[in-house]
């Protein structure tokens, strides 16, 4: 309480909190990883995943029954089968994939404006969670913030539980920062140039393939069908770098891995594109997934190891897969640039 000053009658608040200066942050926030490859780490990680009625809108009473009483009980032990070939002696690949696009990013900004925007990064499951990650940013003064989803295509399943997670995070501040939010940067020529860029190089040091695939995460139908824009905004991207590589119609495919359950999914699905591609003769089949910032298990295990295995075995010589854009230049800058457009009119974006 603040103390009454007997001759004037003027509180004393000279034990409040001193006001830090104005600071401006980019908060980064990928999917997140367990701790570990094993059962009890993938029990607690897919407890919280799955349990987002972001990711998952069935009603919250049939679906908690159906998540632990038979999912919890079995996928874990199968995932983390899954998370142990990709494991490595740093740990989970997106987890120090992303802190290095978060060091790059941080390293790029300071050449441009010095000192003047902070970078950090967050998951939206497991740690650093965004909750802890605003946290440590009020406590060093940040008052602006940009959150920048690792998602370039939007969907309500994953950029749309990053406002989520903000949101709770922020109504629980006394005194929240200034907020921007970057939805989506599906269609921006940064970003387009920077995939083109990564595969023209990747085909420079390894030669070309017959085709190109491009794998999107999926997500239900009935999703889009309710206002989702994922399905458009994927197949922007994917028309887009069409035209920036000048590959035909038959020459790039679209198609969406990763389903789970019984319910229609986005497709055609990944695993039997590559299935038929192999049945028609395609021998070398290239794989990139412009929806993943980082590499982590859907690119490294998935299409790295299950689809490559399902196009040999239905015919196929080899297939491929070009990695992420994980902290290369191409990616550190057309997020550095993406960020300075969004910032423009704070103080901390002058030059």
């Known amino acids: 309480m603040p103390r009454s000053n007997h001759y004037t009658g003027v509180a004393d608040y000279s034990d409040a909190p001193s006001v830090q200066p104005v600071q401006a942050a980019v908060l980064l926030v990928n999917l997140g990883t ?8 993938l029990r607690r990680y897919l407890g919280e995943f799955l349990a987002d009625s972001r990711v998952i809108d069935y009603p919250r009473w049939l679906w908690w029954l159906i998540l632990h009483g038979v999912i919890l009980r079995v996928r874990p032990k199968r995932s983390a089968h899954a998370y142990a070939k990709i494991w490595t002696d740093q740990g989970s690949p997106l987890r120090f994939g992303s802190e290095a696009l978060a060091a790059g990013l941080q390293a790029e900004l300071d050449r441009q404006q010095p ?10 499951y497991g740690e650093p969670s965004v909750a802890h990650a605003i946290d440590r940013l009020q406590r060093e003064g940040v008052r602006r913030l940009l959150v920048l989803p690792l998602y370039p295509q939007y969907s309500a399943t994953s950029s749309g539980s990053v406002i989520d997670a903000v949101a709770d995070t922020l109504k629980t ?6 907020l921007r939010i970057i939805n989506d ?3 921006d020529p940064g970003h387009i140039d920077a995939l083109a860029t990564s595969i023209e190089k990747w085909w420079a040091s390894n030669g070309r393939g017959d085709k190109l695939l491009l794998s999107f995460h999926g997500i239900p139908e009935r999703y889009v069908q309710l206002g989702d824009p994922y399905l458009d905004h994927c197949m922007d991207t994917a ?6 590589l000048q590959l035909g119609e038959d020459e790039l495919i679209v198609s969406f891995q990763s389903r789970v359950g019984r319910e229609r999914w986005l497709h055609p699905y990944t695993d039997a594109t590559v299935r038929q591609l192999a049945a028609d003769g395609v021998k070398k089949l290239d794989v990139a997934c412009p929806g993943f910032a980082v590499d982590c298990l859907e690119t490294l295990e998935e299409i790295a190891m299950q689809n490559r295995d399902f196009f040999i ?3 196929g010589d080899m297939l491929r897969y070009i990695p992420a ?3 290369s230049a191409e990616q550190v800058d057309s997020l550095a640039a993406l960020v300075l457009k969004h910032v423009r009119g704070w103080p901390e974006s002058a030059a």
């Open 34 to 41: 367990p701790t570990a490859p094993t059962a009890k780490a």
């Open 115 to 124: 000192g003047k925007l902070r970078v950090a990064l967050a998951m939206r």
């Open 173 to 178: 501040l006394r005194w929240p920062p200034e």
């Open 185 to 187: 940067y599906h269609d």
């Open 239 to 244: 028309r887009r770098l069409r035209e920036r």
């Open 313 to 315: 075995a239905a015919g």
């Open 325 to 327: 854009l994980n902290d």
